[in-house]
């Protein structure tokens, strides 16, 4: 009979439990961590800013080093990416509970690719515009894992992190 109770009780809690976003208006987040693309493994450096109970505005950085083999050589290149995002955070529409984060949104920025001037291959900087979505587990009201997919830009196809809030 205890465990009965304990079980409605819990399901009960998780069905009405109070949900928000988990980055409050006005609060920002450091996120931070490693990628997986085509091009090598990124690690990434971003911050977000709630401006709404569902909408973060965001900038990231990532790095990563890539050999490519062309033309009977490898060359080493290193990518730069810069970029900027807008998400949309499903907690209140779905009534996700706080400690969970769904999200989803558009990025854009600049890819700066860097190579020897004796490689001859087809990669150059350019514009990036890609699609993201993730989620994020929270361990304490200022830890979580960060799980996002992305595509459309070489920033990153996927990525996993720490997310902390500030």
């Given at each position: ?10 399901t009960s809690m ?6 928000q976003?988990?980055?409050?208006t ?9 990628g997986?693309?085509?091009?090598g ?14 909408i ?11 050999d ?5 050589g490898?060359?080493?290149q ?18 996700i509970?706080?400690?969970y ?9 600049f ?17 990036a ?15 979580g ?12 196809n ?8 500030l």
């Amino acid at each position: 009979m205890k465990k009965i109770f304990a079980i409605v009780l819990f399901t009960s809690m998780c069905l009405y439990a109070q949900s928000q976003n988990a980055l409050a208006t006005g609060r920002s987040q450091l996120n931070f961590g490693l990628g997986l693309s085509n091009w090598g493994i990124p690690v990434y450096l971003g911050l977000d800013y709630g401006i709404s109970k569902d909408i973060t505005l965001g900038a990231e950085l990532s790095v990563r080093n890539y050999d490519e083999d062309w033309n009977n050589g490898t060359y080493r290149q290193q990518i730069i990416g810069v970029i900027g995002n807008g998400n949309y955070h499903f907690n209140n529409a779905l009534n996700i509970p706080s400690n969970y984060d769904f999200y989803a949104g558009l990025n854009v920025g600049f890819n700066i690719w860097t190579s020897p001037t004796t490689y001859g291959g087809s990669h150059s900087s350019g514009l990036a515009i890609g699609a993201q979505i993730g989620g994020r587990h929270y361990f304490s009201n200022k830890l979580g894992l960060n799980l996002e997919f992305s595509g459309g830009n070489s920033a990153s196809n996927s990525k996993i992190g720490l997310s902390i809030r500030l």
